[in-house]
């Protein structure tokens, strides 16, 4: 994605300005832009226009069009107020749904069939580092100035006029990641910006170490105010910064920073191991947990990650499965090429999520070969069940048990390959 910044088609479309208040606009006509044009937001956007307020696309979607990208989910900025939208979107029969973002400014509009988030441009009177008590406003530059960082704080106009205060283009094309005016201040509005910054950093810079050295300072004195930050916050950032580019290197100086005992991270983890096993899984498309565990010296890192930051009971279990594993659970020094070890263990385990788990194991132990082969397989099924055996005249639950045990392990031992009928006639013999 971000290989194609600013790519020769963008920029041959594009007439740059310069205006008052250091203003920086530019004219964006891409096929990425105007795909948005749907029905349901030329309908919103006749609705503002008729009503006499602007209405432009704000943040992450202005920076995604300006690579290249169409992006996933496009916020609005308006300088109508709730109440104003409220009341255009009643008189234009206009349905609304989810008004828990009202008390921030935000109304969210359906339109044939699309939802469009629309937030009244707002400055911070009062921050606690979590939360924010605003205030309305229809100064563009004020709402830019309280964003995290440059890249993100860029609006773009309907018919294409992008609105730049704080050089967030500039950094852009030059794969900068920068806080919005003094970082120490934008850190101290809401303290998760620290890892954005971060995750940010993974997603556009081209080399892994070109921070601003102030900004690291900023982060340094400021790591204890995500002690504060909920878990789930946390992880929603984390988990994607541990997947992106560079993310051995992230978490290397994150630790540097003293971040790691407030975000659900050992602080005495393994970083070195962490840095050899990202080689390994950063082709395959590790899970973030998978990442993590090089991390973990034992279970009761993952319980305790688990406590900060209220993983999911899969992305749970999957911590536990490779500290615990990883060791264990390897090829056969005998057959190398076989994955009959990992096979006999999903078999054994008769886990719904068995082979997925596995896939991450041989991710994390560097096995690209077997896990291409695991990627393939499909899961055999055991051709006998208790009713077969009940058949034969074995009645009792306990010999029953006992029997399909020692047939599963005949038929592990012929590479899953006996029928029922061969199985079968082992019954006698085991």
């Not at 009177?125 to 440059?150: I, M, N, P, S, Y």
């Not at 690291?216 to 930050?229: K, M």
């Amino acid at each position: 994605m971000w290989g194609r910044i600013l790519n020769p088609v963008v920029i041959s479309r594009v007439r740059l300005t310069w205006s008052a208040r250091s203003l920086f606009t530019m004219q964006l006509k891409t096929t990425e832009f105007k795909s948005l044009f749907s029905d349901g937001l030329n309908g919103i956007a006749e609705i503002f226009e008729k009503h006499k307020f602007e209405l432009r696309i704000a943040g992450g979607a202005v920076r995604d069009l300006l690579s290249g990208e169409r992006p996933e989910d496009v916020d609005f900025a308006t300088t109508a107020t709730p109440e104003e939208m409220k009341s255009m979107f009643q008189n234009a029969g206009i349905r609304m749904i989810n008004n828990k973002g009202e008390k921030h400014g935000t109304i969210t509009a359906r339109l044939h069939n699309e939802n469009f988030e629309v937030t009244t441009l707002r400055v911070d009177v009062e921050t606690d580092g979590r939360h924010a008590e605003v205030e309305f406003t229809t100064d563009w530059q004020k709402d830019a100035e309280r964003r995290d960082l440059t890249i993100n704080s860029m609006f773009l106009g309907l018919d294409g006029t992008l609105y730049d205060y704080f050089q967030g283009y500039e950094d852009l094309k030059n794969r900068k990641v920068q806080f919005v005016g003094c970082a120490e201040q934008r850190i101290q509005e809401d303290y998760l910006r620290i890892l954005r910054y971060f995750r940010f950093y993974g997603r556009v810079s081209v080399k892994a170490a070109e921070h601003d050295p102030a900004t690291l300072e900023a982060i340094r004195e400021n790591a204890r105010g995500l002690a504060a930050i909920s878990g789930e916050r946390i992880w929603v950032e984390l988990k994607k910064l541990v997947v992106g580019n560079h993310a051995a290197h992230l978490l290397k100086v994150m630790y540097e920073l003293g971040l790691a005992q407030y975000i659900g991270l050992p602080a005495e983890g393994d970083v070195e191991e962490m840095k050899r096993i990202w080689q390994h899984v950063k082709d395959h498309s590790p899970k973030p947990v998978t990442v993590l565990s090089a991390l973990f010296r034992c279970s009761q890192d993952v319980e305790k990650m688990d406590l900060r930051l209220k993983v999911s009971r899969e992305e749970k279990n999957l911590g536990l499965f490779l500290v615990k594993h990883r060791q264990d659970l390897h090829k056969s020094q005998d057959d190398p090429d076989s994955l009959k070890p990992y096979t006999d263990f999903i078999i054994d385990s008769r886990e719904v999520d068995a082979q997925s788990k596995v896939c991450e194991l041989l991710k994390y132990q560097g096995e690209d070969k077997l896990l291409a082969e695991m990627s393939r397989w499909s899961i055999p099924r055991f051709p006998v069940s208790g009713h077969d055996l009940r058949k034969m005249g074995i009645t009792s639950g306990k010999e029953i048990g006992t029997t399909l045990q020692n047939l599963r392990d005949v038929w592990k031992r012929s590479r899953y390959q006996m029928d029922k009928d061969e199985l079968l006639c082992h019954v006698n013999k085991t």
